[in-house]
Structures are given as structure tokens and as C-alpha cells.
């Protein structure tokens, strides 16, 4: 494909395009939600901000309504519909784009997935396009439209970094849910390392390669987010952004301290099992400690010699069997003196 080309290429490609239209000002608030087939394109409006967000990526007509009604670039159309793009930050002479990943952590499997979410926005409109039919981004719009917060006292990129605030926000709950499985892990471990199956400890690590990999570039996008010198980002949204940007690297540690601790948990998984397979050992040798002086006994009485005096003992036998036994008492009494039973 030419460079620019609007191109879908993820897999949700039978669900239906839904369009939220918000707008909004410090006293006013208005909404409404429409089909491919009922997209509106409204003028923009003085002193209000517009938020378009689509659901659904693979209708290529709705992409470029909503590209040419805002003098989208060609690339930043791509990247919007590219949903393996990795995290950026690009500014165009129209709006700025951002790319990034939200990450869904399902507690049955184990397993992370990450939904491709990019936002576009300029003077008082921003555009956001989800890949998926659900909308994860419902409870930013609960909190435009109950007025929770400062959004809608704020133009439009306050808005854009809410959404990457809120998108950064559910990595620290994945990383709960990741707190929970190694703990877990580590449980199962040191109470029944037989029955515990070391595949877990490579899934999670190839899960945590997975968060890893949407976190990092993104922390990059962000801190070009905040050194912005552009029109469209004001002074004091910067803070805010910089925040964000601080939220990445705790979480960027967390998971390096996470990983650290998988490949320790894998240490102590063979560390338990070494420590099994010692106790094994230990009891393996005593056994064959206790029975060889036994043997050696009954091996030298089991000859077939003519002259062996002791056999000639009418109590020899009883003899050698008080003997054998004492022998193994005074043994055992020896191990659990040293401590090796």
C-alpha cells in the first residue's frame, strides 16, 4: 500500500460502527450516538469543544468523512486505522495524533490483549477511534456529562490527555491483576511445588513482554507530548501531561520489578524441587548406610565354608540377630545425633 492509504488490518471487521458525538463547554453538554449509515458532521463551534469517537475501524468511508471534515494528514489517517502501530506522538500542521495501546487483562486465562486506540485533535475538536464494539472509554463520558473534574472547563487537548490519562490509569490495574497471579504463584510454590506447573511462570513473562511493549514507546510519546511547543497544547495542560508521563515510568518499574520477581519465583521453583529431590537422597543414603554393614554380615555367614566357628554357637544365631539390631539403633541414634534424619 502507497503511503497515507486508509487501510484497517486488525481482525474486527463484522462489528458495527458506532459514533459518539459530544460537545461540550463549562455550561453546556450535548450528546448524541449514530450508526456509519447516521454519521453527522457538525460545524465547528465557538467556545465549545467537539469529541467524535468511533468504534470501529474497518469502514473505510466513515474514516475518510470524519479525515476530510477535520484536514486530517494522510498519515495520521494510517496510523489511526494501523492497529499495529506502535505508540507515538506526531505533530501535522492540523492536529496532533497519538497512538497508543489498551490492555485487557482476562483473569481466567492469564492472558493480556491490547486494543489499538489512537486520538487526533486540533482548536477545539478531538477525535478518537477504537478498534473494538465496546466502548472503554464510557467512563471519561460519564464524568463529561455529570461535569466530574476540570474537562469541561478545559479545551480540547485536556481532553486528549484525559483520554491518555485514562488509558495509563487501567495499566495500573492490569498490573494489579498480574500483582495477584504471582503472588499466587508464589503460594503455590512454597506449599505444593509438586503439583505446580512451571509453564505459568514463561506465560506470564511472555504477558508481561506484552505490557512491556505497549508501555515503553508510549512513555516516549507522551514525554513528546509534554515538550510540545505547539499552538494546539496549552502552558498549563502540560503539567497534567507530565503527570501522565511520570504514571508511565512507575509503571515501566513495576513491570521490570515483576519480571525480576518471575525469574526469581523460577529459582525458587527449582530450588524447591532440588530441595525435594536432596530429601529423596538423604533418605536413600541412610537406607543404604543402615543395610550395608547387614549385608555384610549375613554375606559372611552365608558362606560356604566347612569351617566357620560361630556356626558351630547353639545361640549364634539369636546373637547375630541382637547384633544386627543394635547395630542399626546405635546407627539411627548416630544420624539423629548429626542431625541427618
Do not use: C
Amino acid at each position: 500500500m502507497p503511503p497515507g492509504a486508509t487501510k484497517y488490518n486488525g481482525h474486527f471487521v463484522n462489528i458495527d460502527i458506532q459514533i459518539d458525538y459530544i460537545e461540550y463547554s463549562a455550561t453546556h453538554y450535548k450528546h448524541e450516538s449514530s450508526s456509519a449509515n447516521g454519521l453527522i458532521l457538525h460545524p465547528s463551534i465557538m467556545d465549545k469543544v467537539q469529541w467524535y469517537d468511533i468504534r470501529g475501524l474497518h469502514d473505510e468511508n466513515v474514516i475518510n468523512s470524519i479525515s476530510k471534515r477535520f484536514d486530517m494528514h494522510p498519515l495520521a489517517v494510517e496510523d489511526a486505522v494501523d492497529v499495529h502501530q506502535r505508540p507515538s506522538f506526531t505533530e501535522y500542521d492540523k492536529g496532533q495524533h497519538i497512538s497508543l495501546k489498551v490492555l485487557h487483562f482476562d483473569k481466567a486465562t492469564a492472558k493480556v490483549s491490547r486494543e489499538a486506540v489512537s486520538i487526533y485533535f486540533g482548536t477545539g475538536f478531538v477525535i478518537s477511534f477504537q478498534e473494538r464494539e465496546q466502548d472503554t472509554l464510557q467512563p471519561l463520558k460519564s464524568r463529561i456529562e455529570g461535569s466530574k473534574g476540570r474537562i469541561r472547563s478545559k479545551n480540547a487537548d485536556y481532553l486528549a490527555y484525559t483520554i491518555v490519562d485514562f488509558v495509563v490509569d487501567n495499566y495500573f490495574q492490569v498490573m494489579d491483576f498480574f500483582e495477584e497471579e504471582i503472588e499466587t504463584l508464589e503460594l503455590t510454590i512454597s506449599e505444593n511445588s509438586d503439583n505446580f506447573d512451571k509453564t505459568r511462570i514463561y506465560e506470564l513473562k511472555k504477558e508481561l513482554l506484552k505490557v512491556r511493549k505497549s508501555i515503553s514507546p508510549l512513555r516516549e510519546a507522551i514525554n513528546l507530548f509534554s515538550r510540545s511547543e505547539s499552538d494546539f497544547v496549552e502552558e498549563r495542560t502540560v503539567a497534567y501531561i507530565r503527570d501522565v508521563y511520570d504514571h508511565t515510568i512507575q509503571i515501566m518499574d513495576n513491570v521490570d520489578s515483576m519480571r525480576d520477581i518471575l525469574s526469581g519465583l523460577q529459582d525458587l521453583y527449582i530450588s524447591e524441587i532440588s530441595l525435594r529431590m536432596n530429601k529423596i537422597m538423604q533418605f536413600l543414603t541412610i537406607v543404604t548406610a543402615v543395610f550395608v554393614p547387614l549385608s555384610f554380615l549375613t554375606g559372611l555367614y552365608g558362606m560356604n565354608f566347612d569351617v566357620i566357628p560361630e556356626l558351630k554357637y547353639q545361640n549364634g544365631y539369636f546373637v547375630l540377630w541382637v547384633f544386627m539390631i543394635l547395630l542399626v539403633v546405635g546407627m539411627l541414634l548416630y544420624f539423629k545425633k548429626k542431625k541427618w534424619l
